[in-house]
């Protein structure tokens, strides 16, 4: 019995900094990530992306803003390069339920799965859906911020790598008033 707890204490004293220094590397991680992380806004609603994205590369307006992960590709046609991730948010002047409808859309698409949310005490719908061109997936959240505006975040990415990074971006979604 004595040897082993000669043998339990020395695995605690061995173990233990490295569980704290593990724990500290962590947390200094989850730091640099968050600052490496700008927020955006578009009328009341904010989200956070990687801070170095490039933002409005092709125009925007004050109902619409753009970013982008990289410089997006002066050609079109067929699918967005690998790693390619774009994110639109507007705002329109319509209920929840109009701003979804696919006429207002204009890529075709198929939705996959559709959860209703409640962000900040606001309605709001998230789709996840595939496109038949441009970019393959992308994730699109719609929050009522009145009765009559809704804000719309899509998310559109190439493959599969970055889907966390896309999910993250969603997940960020707040509402300031």
């Known amino acids: 019995m004595k040897k082993f707890l000669t043998i339990l204490a020395s695995t605690i004293a061995i173990a233990t900094p490295t569980l704290f220094v593990d724990h500290t590397t962590l947390l200094a991680q989850a730091q640099t990530q968050e600052s490496q992380l700008k927020t955006h806004a578009i009328g009341n609603l904010t989200f956070k992306a990687p801070r170095n ?34 994110v639109l948010a507007t705002i329109s002047e319509e209920n929840l339920e109009t701003a979804m409808k696919p ?19 606001k309605k709001a719908v998230r789709l996840y859906e595939s496109y038949d061109d441009g970019f393959p997936a992308g994730i699109v959240t719609y929050v009522a911020t009145g009765k009559k505006e809704t804000i719309m975040l899509q998310t559109l990415y190439s493959d599969s790598d970055t889907e966390k990074q896309v999910q993250q971006i969603q997940d960020s979604i707040r509402i300031t008033k």
């Open 53 to 86: 994205w490039l933002e409005n590369p092709r125009g925007a307006s004050a109902n619409s803003l753009h970013l982008h992960n990289k410089k997006f590709p002066d050609r079109g046609g067929g699918f967005a390069p690998k790693g390619l991730i774009r």
């Open 103 to 121: 006429s207002s859309r204009e890529i075709p698409k198929t939705t996959i799965k559709t959860e209703r949310l409640t962000i900040n005490g």
